[in-house]
């Protein structure tokens, strides 16, 4: 079996760059495929997540300009270069599948240049705020172009009204955590990229409320991304006199060692379709509260058992979920207990199994 894969980059810390990296080399280890990965701008950057040395990547450097619309003519231009590279590389591989993570243009060119290879494409962000033009609601009929929707969770299908829509959800490879949590530092963990979605600012507001009657506590955010927003979330920092207790971290491989030593994780996205995060935050043992945001979090965490669903954007509510676990060890434990079981129905082995089974039914079907 021939995969090939497209997206934009593979060098940034995020969801859907750990979850791609992890699939390619599965589909090489385990299945042993054929797997080609094409990128439009990895600016020679290394890759951030570990890929396997058999995996076929390059990079078209194309190099859309993020700051502005892809509507744009810089980016027209581009896109132009983009259709021909990319209709040669296709030709030169010849896949069995071809496999759409792209936000870039390709996602709506791919069906015209290529009609008889099976087109899938993948979601990795909720379509719960989207409110596209004339334009752009035109530019979506093409995903029924497409063979097979990849989505996150049942509530994304009813956004797209393509026939052939399958749920497979996100899944983590982090080893079940053999520390208790009653050995652990009192610490409340947040991670991801550093953009308006996650609302980091937000979790400085509820900590502030928090900190004074917690001092032996800290507030620990691991992320990179929009330098502003960094710049506006220390400024609250300095502002809520919160300098010895909030924190602010780079991007880190090592995410899972900082799990395992917390004690609670904290979500405050306005939106998430099914975040990699939580899955991690669970194999670590880790009671999470998070804002119950459009759509994922609701499919992962079993609210009141392994964690606590948070009206979204309701700060005082998220502050006395969180004051709650903080005074309550033995809720805590039992908490991450239920948490690291609940994990388990995501597993990389389960949900591999069903990225395999619809690669092969689809291809089967055209050949």
Same mark, same amino acid.
């Given at each position: ?34 797997? %080609? &990965?094409?990128?439009? !701008?990895? @600016?020679?950057? *290394?890759?951030?997540? =570990?890929?396997? $040395?058999?995996?076929?990547? #390059? ?49 709506? %060119? &791919?069906?015209?240049? !290529?009609? @008889?290879?099976? *087109?899938?494409?993948? =979601?990795?962000? $909720?379509?719960?705020?989207? #409110? ?236």
């Amino acid at each position: 079996m021939k995969i090939l894969y497209l997206t934009d980059q593979v060098y940034l810390h995020g969801g859907a760059e750990r979850i791609l990296s992890l699939k390619l080399n599965h589909f090489i280890e385990v299945y042993n495929y054929d797997v %080609f &990965l094409i990128t439009t !701008e990895q @600016k020679n950057n *290394k890759p951030v997540y =570990f890929l396997n $040395s058999k995996i076929k990547s #390059k990079d078209l450097g194309i190099n859309y300009h993020r700051e502005i619309s892809y509507f744009h003519p810089k980016n027209l231009i581009k896109s132009i270069s983009h259709f021909i590279k990319l209709k040669r590389e296709i030709k030169r591989i010849n896949p069995d599948v071809i496999i759409s993570l792209s936000y870039s243009p390709d996602q709506y %060119f &791919l069906p015209i240049i !290529e009609k @008889k290879i099976p *087109k899938l494409k993948e =979601f990795h962000t $909720s379509r719960n705020n989207y #409110k596209p033009s004339f334009l752009r609601r035109t530019l979506d009929t093409i995903f029924t172009k497409y063979d097979t929707l990849i989505l996150l969770n049942e509530t994304e299908k009813s956004y797209y009204t393509n026939k052939n829509k399958i749920v497979i959800p996100n899944f983590t490879d982090f080893k079940p955590n053999s520390l208790k949590l009653d050995n652990r530092e009192k610490t409340v963990i947040a991670a991801g990229r550093i953009a308006p979605v996650k609302q980091f600012d937000k979790l400085i507001e509820i900590w502030k409320g928090i900190s004074a009657d917690f001092p032996e506590w800290k507030l620990k955010i691991f992320g990179d991304g929009d330098s502003s927003i960094l710049k506006k979330i220390n400024q609250l920092i300095e502002e809520y006199n919160l300098t010895e207790t909030a924190f602010v971290l780079p991007s880190t491989n090592n995410i899972q060692e900082e799990m395992q030593k917390a004690s609670v994780f904290a979500l405050t996205s306005y939106e998430e379709c099914f975040p990699m995060v939580l899955l991690e935050s669970q194999s670590c043992s880790l009671p999470i509260v998070s804002f119950d945001c459009p759509n994922g979090p609701r499919f992962i965490i079993n609210n009141n058992s392994d964690g606590i669903l948070v009206e979204k954007n309701n700060i005082e509510d998220f502050q006395k979920a969180l004051k709650l676990l903080m005074n309550d060890e033995k809720l805590r434990i039992n908490f991450g207990d239920k948490a690291a079981d609940n994990v388990q129905k995501f597993s990389k082995e389960k949900v591999m199994k069903q990225w395999s089974d619809m690669i092969v039914s689809v291809s089967s079907v055209k050949n």
